[in-house]
């Protein structure tokens, strides 16, 4: 299944038993900000889940700022949205897809295909005068049956046994400044763990959508001689839209280290390299996750 859909096409489908739609706006700057937007309008019919709260697990000792939850959790999280087996799921955040992506991915993880994030979100939505309602909304609960894709993620200690290993390559997709090290406004160690190349995740983007695939290949070019490529970003939300990118051009079957930089860095004896990146692509940005 194409991983995105367009305005027209989820507004042409509105009202189809099957449908879903996830409405998980998020902001780092301000944890209310998506709830206070989903009340204000959303898209009919359209469900809320918090990515602090319903997409992630408790933060612990380690594992990072956006724990993945236990998976049958998850599962029954998804349900009570209404999310059952036979779902289709489309899944919109404000625009960069950033927490779009991760309730993409974790439905991918949990065996449920059938779900796609809104290009451009619902920036593109209202922009096209799209229908919405506002108000708090209540689900159908239902049964997500989860069937795991433990290959899909990967943890500290994986990517320890593997440090050594030539065929395994590492993406870090946050901005440049954070990958360098130069500044690192949220965890409290900067820098990129050793050997990784810095992808930032909104060179995915042009104009608020994705890129075409044909120029998404050509970004992720370095990736095709790696036989692993792993994903990983400060709390492994925005990784997830990398992956989706990469999912768009093409080239699935990269993997996500769950926990990222503030799990990595969270270790009092992390290896951690700083400096310019051994592959760039991006002006300074605002900060991700």
């Known amino acids: 299944m194409n991983p995105l859909i367009d305005v027209a096409t989820l507004a042409g489908r509105l009202g189809d038993r099957d449908?879903?739609?996830?409405?998980?706006?998020?902001s780092l700057a301000d944890a209310d900000h998506g709830r206070r937007a989903f009340e204000a309008s959303h898209v009919p019919g359209?469900?809320?889940?918090?990515?602090?709260?319903?997409l992630s697990a408790p933060v612990g000792a380690h594992g990072g700022r956006h724990p993945l939850p236990d998976p049958h959790v998850a599962a029954r999280t998804f349900?009570?949205?209404?999310i059952g087996d036979d779902s289709h799921v489309v899944v919109v955040d404000d625009g960069n897809a950033m927490a779009a992506a991760r309730a993409w991915w974790m439905l991918r993880w949990l065996g449920h295909d059938a779900v796609q994030v809104l290009d451009g979100g619902m920036a593109a939505w209202f922009e096209a005068d799209a229908p919405t309602e506002a108000g708090?909304?209540?689900s159908t609960p239902a049964t997500l049956t989860p069937t795991v894709r433990h290959e899909m993620v990967v943890d500290r200690d994986w990517l320890l046994r593997h440090a050594d290993d030539a065929g395994v390559l590492l993406v870090d997709v946050r901005v440049p400044e954070r990958y360098r090290g130069d500044h690192e406004p949220i965890d409290p160690v900067g820098g990129h763990i050793p050997g990784?190349?810095?992808l930032p995740f909104l060179d995915n983007l042009e104009a608020g959508r994705f890129a075409q695939p044909d120029a998404l290949r050509d970004r992720f070019e370095a990736l095709t001689t790696?036989?692993?490529t792993v994903l990983y970003c400060g709390s492994g939300v925005s990784a997830a839209q990398g992956l989706l990118a990469l999912e768009r051009a093409g080239m699935p079957g990269a993997k996500l280290y769950a926990g990222s930089w503030s799990d990595w860095a969270g270790y009092p004896d992390a290896d951690v390299e700083r400096g310019a990146p051994a592959s760039a692509s991006s002006a300074e940005r605002d900060r991700d996750d």
């Open 19 to 26: 449908l879903c739609v996830l409405d998980v706006r998020y």
């Open 46 to 54: 359209a469900v809320f889940l918090h990515l602090d709260h319903d």
């Open 79 to 82: 349900g009570r949205a209404g």
């Open 136 to 138: 708090p909304t209540e």
């Open 196 to 198: 990784a190349i810095n």
């Open 226 to 228: 790696a036989e692993t």
